[in-house]
């Protein structure tokens, strides 16, 4: 725990350069393998799934580390390429990581599994915007819960009786808690 902002912030420095750092050389082998499967000629049979965990706090709300819900740590970075997709096209829709698994065998034509209970995200490559799922939700340990809804955020802190909701359209930092505002009521 440091208690210093300034040690605070040069902790955090340090992190993001070695952060950042890790982003340059995974952004270079990312690239040498798209060019050997164009090269190779196998890129228009292959879909490359790029994605990770959930994001890291490196001195965002005075945090470091995983343990939150706010926006830089519960977003996931999701990009599909190649295999006749469609480029260049971003697409704003709630979904969970487990939705990738329906999305590859439906990208591959291989049936879903009628066990399987997530979603395939495939319909979002052939139109305009679709939803997904109509809210998410994420959690940490039994302290914190949070559901996201269109641009709205709840976390909900148990341990504390503690709520925030954010409009993450107008404050997409998460600065500016409307849990007590009354117009926000029904909302909650």
């Known amino acids: 725990r440091i208690s210093d902002p300034l040690e605070f912030y040069k902790a ?10 890790v982003i340059t050389h995974l952004d270079k082998q990312i690239g040498r ?6 090269t190779s000629g196998q890129w228009d049979r292959t879909v490359v799934i790029f994605s990770s965990d959930h994001g890291l706090a490196l001195g ?15 977003g996931v970075p999701l990009i599909l390429a190649g295999g006749g997709l469609p480029k260049g096209r971003n697409v704003n829709a709630q979904c969970y990581l487990r ?3 329906p999305t590859v065998c439906e990208l591959a034509g291989i049936a879903i599994p009628g066990s399987v209970e997530s979603t395939s995200l495939a ?3 052939r139109g305009p915007d679709r939803e997904v799922h109509p809210f998410v939700v994420g959690s940490f340990t ?3 819960r949070m ?12 341990h504390l009786a503690k ?3 954010f409009d993450l359209k107008t404050d997409p930092l998460e600065m500016n808690n409307l849990f007590t505002e009354s117009e926000q009521r029904d909302r909650v």
Not at 33 to 38: A, E, G, P, Q, T
Not at 147 to 158: A, C, G, H, T
């Open 12 to 21: 955090v420095g340090s992190e993001l350069a070695a952060y950042y750092a």
């Open 33 to 38: 393998i798209v060019r050997s499967l164009k």
């Open 60 to 74: 965002s709300h005075g945090l470091t580390g995983k343990q939150n819900q706010y926006e830089h740590s519960i």
């Open 99 to 101: 939705d990738l698994y």
């Open 123 to 125: 319909s979002l490559f």
């Open 142 to 144: 039994n302290s914190q």
């Open 147 to 158: 559901i996201r809804e269109e641009n709205w955020k709840l976390i909900w802190y148990p």
């Open 163 to 165: 709520y925030q909701l």
